[in-house]
């Protein structure tokens, strides 16, 4: 099932359910770690040449607008 720009898609039996890019077994949040590890975009595309810089663009994206929908307690 794509969910979010044609790029995002979530399927119960890969990965644990877990957003992926493209259908393959790369999630958001294994983008997000490896940007958070200090990662390029260009780092990123070299170790896995499949994605593209859009891929990595909209998987920010989308972690971003899940933002919007998590209420954190003060």
Sequence with gaps: MTIYKDIITIEAGKRSGKPCIRGMRITVEDILRQIASGMTFDDIVEDFPEL???DIRTALE???EQQQHIA???
């Design 52 to 54: 593209t810089h859009v």
């Design 62 to 64: 989308f972690a971003a």
């Design 72 to 74: 954190y307690a003060a």
